[in-house]
């Protein structure tokens, strides 16, 4: 069975706080792993892509922990515009993607 | 900007009409796909198209129809749906056999069935 599971929120923070979301998978053969996020009536972008033990760009830090099949995404400095849904999204072998059900996270003023 | 479009953006349709979605990439991708998005539901994978042949078809009702007329043209032609097909269509492509490549999404196409 193929599972991605990720927090299920919402998460509400003030501006400027840290957060964190957890993605946990199944397949312990997946090499690969991202983040998208998704607005609201709008398509997933693409975020970060994760293919060792993790990821930086600017405030987004993505994590990844073999042993115990988790990512996680860590936001610093949250910003409102960082407001939306966010996916954990696992290539699963061949071209299926298993999506995580998505975190929501509102950033508050 | 995407580098998939999609069009239309919108589309209203009755239950007896026969319309088409229309998805273009020109990344060089040669794996398509579409999904079906409901309200605060993670994409749904209806259907992929590997070097411009169906691989995958999810158990989809035979009213939705994909076709692949060339590597960068994906198109869904839709005939006789039903209320509950109304949802958010997405198209996206992604390298063929690179499970490091992710998927980049078109804007999609809003389809409401009344």
């Known amino acids: 069975r193929k599972e991605v599971e990720q927090d299920p929120g919402p998460f509400n923070v003030p501006e400027g706080a840290t957060v964190a979301f957890n993605c946990t998978y199944s397949?312990?053969?997946?090499?690969?792993f991202f983040w998208y996020r998704q607005d609201c009536r709008k398509e997933p972008k693409l975020l970060m892509s994760?293919?060792?033990s993790g990821n930086e760009d600017g405030r987004f830090t993505a994590q990844l922990n073999r042993a115990s099949q988790y990512i996680s995404l860590l936001i610093r400095d949250s910003k409102l515009s960082d407001s939306a849904t966010y996916l954990c999204?696992?290539?699963?072998?061949?071209?299926?993607?298993?999506f995580g059900p998505g975190t929501r996270l509102s950033v508050l003023p | 900007d995407t580098e998939v479009t999609q069009t239309p953006k919108h589309l209203v349709m009755g239950m007896t009409n026969k319309k088409s979605l229309k998805c273009e990439q020109h990344?060089?991708?040669?794996?398509m796909y579409w999904y079906k998005q409901k309200a605060k539901k993670p994409p749904e994978l209806m259907f992929v198209?590997?070097?411009?042949?169906?691989?995958i078809n999810e158990s989809v009702p035979s009213r939705f129809s994909p076709e692949c007329p060339n590597s960068s043209l994906l198109n869904l032609h839709l005939h006789a749906l039903q209320p509950e097909d109304s949802a958010l269509y997405l198209c996206?492509?992604?390298?063929?056999?690179?499970?490091?490549?992710?998927?980049?999404f078109g804007n999609g196409t809003r389809l409401t069935v009344t």
């Open positions: 996206a492509s992604s390298q063929e056999n690179r499970d490091n490549s992710p998927l980049h």
């Open positions: 397949n312990s053969a997946s090499q690969s």
């Open positions: 994760v293919y060792s």
């Open positions: 999204v696992v290539p699963w072998g061949g071209q299926n993607f298993v």
């Open positions: 990344m060089g991708h040669r794996a």
């Open positions: 198209y590997s070097y411009e042949k169906l691989s």
